[in-house]
């Protein structure tokens, strides 16, 4: 529903841009539909229903979660086709198939022998099937199993000879987060591309049936000239962007769609802060920009309207105070008259995953007003 306005919301609060989140949404999807793939979106930036049916209605197909949370709150919801992309365990295994029993295809992911074989266990002693798909590892990231590595086969044949069902492979080229360069970007989604076709390939002559390949990261899916074999490609933060894709390079400051409103509680005169209520607990301690070439502190200051305070950042937070003073280090003496006591600001975050997820609900501001937007927290 619509009741507050900006003036009258209690800070910190958590602030969806709609008209910059659609154009996220409108971009990511036409630069799919483009290179000829099916777009399964990762929910985990928002966890928010209203936005996974924004991203539905432009034309995504499934979901990819990251936590079996999402998995049942949006199977309620009715989204049935839902890729759960992390490791499986043997201890989720009776949450996760309760979820298919009752309907629900969810994917399960696998990326060693031990977890293979434990879903392989776990459906013999219960009479149910499920489906797996095996994770590749195309860049050293992070999680998966590289695509000439001899346990790729082996996980695929103790999975079929199971009688699993080994739906795919899929990968993330996580180290895209630490590029600026379009050239580079590009080079590391023909890796994932090219790494993770392979794992398919490799599969497929080994006689383990591997219909899915996909790929993704935000960096990677808006840098990628082709993806030949790619049958479908998954991105999450794209919908909101944040400060360290702004250093990567994919996305300009007016396309960031998160921001935290703030309201000014008090100035320290001498050292030309100005104390803002929005600290790390609002921010999130998330300092992703601070390897980066440019270094945005706790986050960027921005005016209520949206339009940026150049010069300004948010240099220090604690548990619930935030630090707003000259991004160069000099002393300000004109930010107590220019930013009173009670003034609204915005904040833009460093990682939107990450300040998201500090908020029960976000406020989703357009022409229309402000709207309460849910959004759900946990495992």
């Known amino acids: 529903m619509t009741t507050d306005t900006l003036d009258t919301l209690d800070t910190p609060a958590a602030l969806i841009d709609l008209p910059r989140m659609q154009h996220n949404i409108a971009r990511m999807q036409h630069r799919m539909n483009a290179l000829g793939v099916k777009f399964r979106p990762h929910v985990k930036t928002t966890k928010c229903l209203d936005v996974v049916r924004a991203q539905v209605a432009a034309g995504a197909q499934g979901i990819t979660v990251s936590t079996l949370k999402e998995a049942e709150a949006f199977f309620a919801a009715g989204i049935k086709d839902i890729l759960y992309a992390v490791g499986i365990v043997a201890t989720k295994l009776p949450r996760a198939m309760a979820l298919r029993n009752r309907g629900c295809d969810l994917k399960l992911v696998v990326d060693n022998v031990e977890a293979a074989q434990a879903v392989v266990d776990h459906a013999r002693a219960h009479g149910e099937r499920c489906e797996v798909w095996i994770e590749v590892d195309t860049d050293g990231h992070r999680s998966g199993i590289t695509p000439e590595q001899d346990a790729l086969l082996e996980v695929g044949r103790i999975l079929q000879d199971g009688g699993i069902d080994v739906g795919g492979v899929m990968t993330h080229a996580g180290s895209s987060y630490d590029l600026n360069d379009h050239a580079a970007l590009a080079a590391l989604a023909e890796q994932e591309r090219a790494g993770c076709v392979r794992a398919a390939q490799r599969l497929r002559e080994a006689g383990v049936p591997c219909a899915a390949v996909s790929v993704g990261s935000t960096p990677t899916a808006l840098a990628a000239e082709h993806l030949e074999g790619v049958t479908e490609v998954r991105a999450g933060v794209y919908v909101f962007f944040d400060l360290v894709m702004h250093n990567v390079g994919v996305c300009a400051m007016d396309e960031i769609a998160l921001s935290v409103l703030t309201t000014v509680i008090g ?13 790390w607990m609002a921010m999130s301690r998330d300092r992703g920009t601070a390897k ?22 948010l240099i220090g937070a604690n548990q619930e105070h935030g630090i707003l003073a000259a991004s160069d280090g000099s002393v300000r003496h004109d930010l107590a008259q220019r930013f009173p006591v009670g003034t609204k600001l915005r904040v833009l975050p460093n990682h939107a995953c990450a300040t998201g997820a500090q908020f ?4 989703a501001v357009s022409s229309r007003g402000v709207q309460t937007w849910g959004r759900f927290q946990g495992w």
């Not at 050292?271 to 209520?277: F, M, P």
């Not at 980066?292 to 950042?313: E, H, I």
């Open 292 to 313: 980066q070439p440019r270094d945005f502190g706790y986050g960027q200051p921005c005016a209520l309207d949206g339009t940026l305070l150049d010069g300004l950042m």
């Open 360 to 363: 029960p609900e976000y406020q």
């Open 267 to 279: 100035h320290q005169l001498d050292k030309g802060w100005v104390i803002v209520d929005a600290g």
